[in-house]
């Protein structure tokens, strides 16, 4: 079996790739120019260079015959000075992938399949929590990330009434190892004594191993043209924030900062960014999401793609903070004790 990847130098990606290569595929891996290949290598992936925006490269990188096509590259910017290049990554970058995908499986003897990582934010904010019979009311283009992620989808769809059989899955918070630049950063205020607060929201969030099981099992198992939520735990960021604490031995934080206080700041930060050029630490965008309540429900992606979430939140930060560790990329607190996560297959 022959899988392409695109965002595969990501964390999700890293994931991905280390199960498909544990379970015997071939693994082309789309990278950006100029990226790190070196994980991609180590991974026993098969590194190829092209963009999203450049057709002619995604057709030339997809020469080979594939059974299953992984896109995972997305961009997760919420700061307006990047928008123009999110519609770009998100949504014409869903497009080209898809079309594409579409004309390499017409013209191939075997039949392919696109399977599209999408995220919860494609259904919006609500006040109760998300199923996949949820309306997606992500239409608001201040949160523009949220905008993006349901127009990419709907690029997708577009592709399918041609004839592409195609897959959405739709996690949630993503933790696990490989993870950089995500819940990461969290570890690194932390661990530098630079956490400004802890925001009042709650989220659930899932276990990047079972995330990118899900992964090929929608391969196997998902229904075109369908969404799949991959949840796990729900937990206030209180209790997230707190848990991370522990696991670096630092102070547990003990309250919340207010919604209003955090919007407003982030509005502050949004007019210097505006005479400066740069992006700021806390962004409309961001505080919105941050003091929202965003959970879900991932029935059925347990009953039809054997979704299981089996890690617990402490587990699944445990697992993230021993990589980066490992890595050289975090210290902890003398005297903490070192724990060691499950893995999950």
């Not at 991609?40 to 059974?67: I, R, S």
């Not at 429900?297 to 990589?323: H, K, P």
């Amino acid at each position: 079996m022959h899988a392409f990847v695109t965002g595969g130098t990501g964390f999700l990606g890293a994931n991905l790739i280390e199960q498909l290569i544990a379970g015997g595929w071939q693994v082309t891996a789309m990278h950006r120019p100029g990226a790190n290949v070196r994980r991609l290598q180590a991974l026993g992936a098969t590194p190829v260079e092209a963009a999203l925006d450049d057709v002619a490269a995604l057709e030339n990188a997809l020469l080979a015959e594939v059974d299953a096509i992984f896109h995972l590259a997305a961009s997760t910017n919420m700061w307006r000075g990047g928008n123009a290049q999110q519609w770009r990554d998100n949504v014409q970058g869903s497009a080209n992938i898809a079309r594409v995908a579409r004309h390499q499986f017409a013209s191939q003897k075997r039949a392919g399949r696109l399977i599209v990582t999408s995220s919860i934010s494609a259904y919006g904010y609500h006040d109760n929590p998300i199923t996949e019979a949820s309306p997606k009311l992500a239409d608001d283009p201040r949160h523009h990330y949220l905008y993006t992620k349901k127009r990419a989808e709907l690029a997708v769809q577009e592709e399918i009434t041609k004839g592409l059989d195609a897959v959405f899955l739709n996690p949630c918070g993503i933790v696990g190892k490989y993870d950089v630049s995500s819940w990461a950063q969290t570890f690194f205020m932390i661990a530098e004594d630079r956490l400004p607060g802890v925001p009042p929201g709650a989220g659930s969030f899932c276990h990047a191993g079972a995330v990118a099981r899900a992964h090929i099992n929608a391969f196997y198992k998902g229904r075109c043209g369908e969404n799949y939520i991959l949840a796990g735990t729900d937990a206030t960021f209180l209790e997230f924030f707190g848990i991370i604490a522990k696991l670096l031995g630092k102070p547990v934080p003990r309250r919340t900062t207010p919604a209003v206080l955090i919007r407003a700041l982030a509005r502050v930060h949004d007019l210097v960014s505006q005479v400066t050029g740069r992006e700021p630490v806390l962004t409309p965008e961001k505080a919105a999401m941050i003091t929202r309540r965003v959970v879900a429900d991932s029935r059925r992606a347990a009953t039809e793609l054997g979704y299981a979430n089996s890690l617990s939140l402490e587990e699944m930060l445990q697992e993230s903070r021993d990589w980066l560790v490992a890595e050289g990329l975090l210290t902890v607190a003398p005297g903490t004790k070192p724990l060691h996560a499950k893995t999950s297959g």
